[in-house]
């Protein structure tokens, strides 16, 4: 049989696990609305916060059906559906692929890309089994880092807000650091290595333009879009720089990237 990322098995299989998560959701959300019944919470109230907490979901929902179509190129459909569904994000899933790519020898998003199955396979388990490195430390050292945290805030407050926005910085300069790993190109003629910092120049306005908008008027439901518009704009700005800068094909896609990875951070 030969072997395609979107052969109707695949989906089959990543629907199945994405109606375990749905039925899971579905089950704590009863659970919910019993527990608020019972704490004597009007129903219409509730029925409230629930319509509230559905609407608010579209604004992100968009982010998560941009970056399926980011990776649906190489990847198909399936794979990014299922990790985009359940537990990962474009900023991690867009780096594990592209790194695992570069090692055989392909680009993300490049021309003549050949899917073969042993490769799907290493790409599906490097962006699942790494990921999940975050929920097996959970309950091994969460704990005892919010308790050394706690005890650092009441020792010394400042010290602890120090610490805190260094661990916050090291996150940005990690995904900074995709970035700008071709920035190095300008000094050989190139200019590609600019187009990611551009577009991420560009996200990062349209991000500072919606905190600006809604200091001035109050209107916080800008908060919930101000992802995926910032997604958006960097996308469409990467069409324009990359042809002003005369970058390869691969530019176009190390731009998007550039663009989903700051808006993420910056959300």
């Not at 474009?90 to 790519?101: F, G, M, V």
């Not at 308790?147 to 916050?168: L, P, T, V």
Request: aromatic share 8%; glycine share 8%.
């Amino acid at each position: 049989m030969e072997f395609s990322i979107n052969h109707p098995l695949l989906y089959v299989l990543a629907g199945a696990i994405i109606l375990i998560v749905l039925a899971q959701s579905i089950f704590f959300l009863i659970l919910a609305w019993r527990r608020g019944v019972k704490m004597g919470m009007e129903k219409k109230k509730l029925r409230r916060i629930a319509t509230s907490a559905a609407v608010f979901t579209i604004a992100p929902a968009i982010a998560i059906i941009i970056s399926v179509a980011t990776l649906a190129k190489d990847l198909g459909i399936p794979l990014p559906w299922l990790r985009l569904s359940v537990v990962g994000s474009q900023s991690y899933e867009t780096i594990a692929a592209q790194n695992t790519l570069s090692a055989m020898g392909m680009q993300l998003g490049g021309r003549g890309n050949v899917m073969t199955a042993s490769a799907y396979v290493t790409i599906a388990l490097v962006m699942t089994i790494s990921i999940m490195v975050g929920i097996w430390l959970v309950p091994v050292v969460a704990k005892k880092m919010q308790k050394g945290m706690i005890n650092m805030e009441k020792r010394d407050k400042k010290w602890a807000d120090i610490f805190n926005a260094s661990m916050f910085i090291g996150m940005i300069a990690a995904f900074l650091g995709f970035v700008f790993c071709d920035f190095g190109s300008i000094f050989k003629g190139e200019t590609y290595g600019l187009t990611p910092v551009l577009v991420m120049l560009v996200s990062a306005l349209t991000m500072a333009l919606a905190g600006l908008l809604v200091k001035l008027t109050k209107w916080r439901w800008i908060t919930d879009y101000a992802l995926p518009v910032s997604l958006v704009v960097g996308m469409a700005a990467a069409i324009p720089i990359t042809r002003w800068l005369g970058s390869p094909a691969e530019a176009a896609e190390a731009a998007s990237e550039a663009a989903s990875l700051l808006t993420h951070v910056l959300c």
